[in-house]
């Protein structure tokens, strides 16, 4: 009979795991898991002091965004946005520079309907998320796109990991801001004007 390493291999770790207490495997999945975690979170690309720093003063940059004169209706959003949202565009200088900016509120809630929201939005509102398109060579590889995500109270959101949603989220990653975006058309990350 020939040896398969492989299932070896399995069979092994299946003997251990039957053997090892059950504290110890928890404890070892644990220190796994923050060990992951501090890995990830040296290696990603947002939610750094610079980033939250930019969202705190972009949050002073955009008080009053809902007087706008560039503001969409509230219509259908997709997740992760929300059931609605509404979009609002300006540019805001944020320490003596002028910034693009794509604001979008964030609406749902249990058995929310359009006119419930376009009644009452600030009911609804669940997040807000602008689009600021920051200096060249910010991010040269997503058309210098900064992302974050706000509460309605201002307080910059953040990840299952604890990190800050401010920067360039999600980059390098398979779901986020970022990999959703780059799928609109006319390469400009923005899905309203197609």
């Not at 390493?5 to 399995?10: A, D, H, I, R, W």
């Not at 009452?120 to 509102?125: I, R, V």
Request: with cysteine; net charge negative; aromatic share 10%.
């Amino acid at each position: 009979m020939r040896f398969r390493p492989v299932m070896g291999f399995v069979a092994i770790l299946a003997i251990v795991a039957f053997l090892l207490p059950a504290s110890l495997l928890a404890q070892e999945k644990t220190e796994g898991m923050e060990m992951m975690k501090k890995m990830e979170m040296k290696e990603m690309p947002f939610g750094g002091e610079a980033d939250v720093a930019f969202a705190g003063a972009l949050w002073g940059a955009i008080d009053g965004y809902d007087g706008w004169v560039l503001q969409s209706e509230i219509m259908p959003g997709k997740s992760p946005h929300g059931m609605f949202i509404r979009m609002y565009y300006n540019i805001v200088t944020i320490d003596g520079v002028a910034y693009h900016v794509v604001v979008k509120d964030n609406y749902g809630g249990k058995d929310v309907t359009l006119d419930m929201v376009k009644k009452s939005p600030g009911d609804y509102l669940m997040a807000i998320t602008p689009m600021v398109q920051r200096e060249a060579g910010y991010d040269s590889d997503n058309n210098d796109w900064y992302w974050v995500k706000y509460g309605p109270d201002g307080m910059v959101g953040k990840n299952d990991m604890d990190m800050a949603l401010a920067g360039r989220v999600a980059k390098g990653m398979p779901m986020g801001c970022i990999s959703c975006h780059v799928n609109a058309g006319g390469g400009d990350y923005l899905f309203l004007n197609d």
